[in-house]
């Protein structure tokens, strides 16, 4: 059937969704959410779409596309198309076989794989798969060929470089931007790291965000490429460089549950590292009240990464750190920047200097560097991870002269009474942090001015919280009226 294209000035935020009349539909013996295969004319350009039926919102003969459908057709509105009804995707069985908790295959999690990039599935199937990886688990084998298989489908890097390195935070710690630090040190240290980071999505900021505060994070391929061919590193958004990817798909689903099945989490990790080409990763495992795992669930998880590292024929080291309490000042994208600035200027918060020290010491060790520790201080001490860190800054198209957005409206939270800081709540002031208006903007977040264990008059101030929004920030002050006794607890 040959329809003429209609502009829906709608995005879905990932999936093909294309809109039929009833009448259409009923010709062609569609339901709501069946699949149909759109091919433009004289061309060998096609997609398979989601259908969503309308009484009223399109006239027969025509069909509606939503923007991501039509960026991927490459059409344009008052075109004409063909469509046709597709058949399920073969990935839909290998979805159920392992539902039925089975074992998949290469060849199962190549169809799978590929189903995904090309979008054939739908959020509601792809969730499925998920949910089944989730309670079925997944083996090491099943990792490591889906960690290979989205690499070889999907985006690589290709840089020649005989060695690599990278490092990866399985994150639930706010603050703690250790790698905008190490990133320069290495590359200052003559080694070569290309790093993929991500966004936020439950947490006040990921280092992207926070990158984003003083350069673009969003590059081609090619740019990526060049940036770390002329400076050594790089610190970029990884969906920009594969956004129809596999893995991406997998992420965009997992999260609205916090479905976290380590399988795919080992396989998301292992395969970001893999495509840049990294054949020397650290990976940095936090733990402790109010971090994502408890120190026998780390520990557990740090095995697994290193057996899943020597099948994919990487060098790994993984180190278990204290994920208690935020690292930094700073909490969300540009107060946590300006932290990044003043530990490369030779200041700045000492937990987060001397945490970003110790990774990029076991970075070389790892490496082979001789007098690893050394080398770091030298390079940082001189300020040559901080010239290092301007030149990628201004690599990735960012400005000579930095700045720094500062927010409009602050609310200063006072100690009610003397004495020691027991326990600083890592969940709380991310929430916190988040209703002050981060990542989003740049210039919220919160400053915190105590440490766990730190002596403390009543008074003193604890933490800032800034917002852009006078709104937000009476929002923010009515979450630390409900909750300031748990925030930061003083004993």
């Known amino acids: 059937m040959k329809l003429e294209v209609k502009h829906f000035d709608l995005s879905t935020g990932g999936p093909l969704v294309a809109v039929l009349d009833d009448e259409d539909a009923k010709k062609l013996g569609l339901m709501a959410l069946d699949r149909i295969r759109i091919r433009r004319l004289r061309s060998k350009k096609e997609i398979i779409a989601n259908v969503d039926i ?48 089975h074992i998949l295959t290469r060849e199962e999690l190549s169809i799978l794989v590929d189903d995904l990039i090309h979008d054939r599935l739908s959020e509601v199937e792809t969730t499925y798969f998920v949910a089944g990886a989730y309670t079925k688990g997944f083996t090491l084998e099943e990792s490591a060929m889906l960690t290979e298989i989205s690499v070889d489908l999907g985006f690589k890097l290709g840089l020649k470089n005989k060695i690599i390195v990278d490092k990866h935070c399985i994150g639930g710690v706010p603050g703690n931007r250790t790698t ?76 609205p549950l916090s479905l976290d099945p380590q399988g795919l989490l080992l396989a998301s990790i292992m395969a970001k590292k893999k495509a840049v080409g990294a054949t020397h990763v650290l990976i940095d495992i936090p733990v402790g009240e109010g971090a994502k795992l408890t120190y026998r669930a780390g520990n557990m998880l740090k095995k ?3 057996s899943l590292g020597r099948k994919l024929g990487m060098k790994i080291k993984v180190i278990i750190t204290d994920g208690s309490q935020p690292i930094g000042s700073g909490i969300g994208p540009a107060l946590e920047a300006r932290d ?31 007098k690893a520790k050394q080398v770091v201080l030298d390079v940082l001490n ?28 602050f609310y200063s939270v006072e100690s009610p009474k003397s004495g020691v800081v027991k326990h600083i709540a890592n969940k709380l002031i991310a929430k916190l942090a988040r209703i002050a208006g981060t990542p989003d903007d740049k210039s919220a977040g919160i400053y915190l001015n105590v440490r766990r264990n730190n002596h403390i008059h009543k008074g003193d101030v604890l933490f800032t919280v800034y917002a852009n929004n006078a709104k937000r920030l009476d929002y923010a002050k009515q979450f630390v009226k409900r909750h300031h006794k748990k925030v930061v607890v003083v004993g």
């Open 304 to 306: 697994k990464f290193i």
């Open 382 to 409: 001189s300020k040559a991870a901080y010239h290092k860190f301007l030149e990628i800054i201004r690599a990735q198209g960012g400005r000579k002269h930095l700045i720094i957005p500062e927010a409009k409206y």
């Open 54 to 101: 309308s009484t009223e919102g399109i006239k027969p003969g025509k069909i509606g596309l939503f923007f991501e459908t039509l960026q991927r057709l490459g059409v344009q509105e008052g075109v004409h198309v063909d469509i046709e009804p597709a058949s399920r995707p073969r990935s839909i069985d290998v979805i159920m076989k392992k539902l039925d908790g």
């Open 340 to 370: 990044v600035l003043e530990v490369l200027e030779g200041d700045g918060p000492e937990d987060l200097r001397a945490k970003s020290i110790f990774i990029a010491t076991e970075l070389l060790k790892l490496a082979g560097v001789k």
């Open 180 to 255: 905008m630090i190490i990133v320069p040190i290495i590359a200052a240290a003559g080694l070569t790291i290309a790093k993929t980071s991500s966004r936020s999505i439950t947490s006040p900021a990921g280092t992207a965000d926070v990158m984003e505060v003083l350069a673009p994070v969003s590059l081609n391929h090619e740019k990526v490429k060049r940036v770390v061919q002329e400076t050594g590193g790089c610190i970029v958004w990884q969906s920009s460089l594969s956004p129809h990817g596999a893995d991406e798909k997998l992420i965009k689903v997992r999260h």
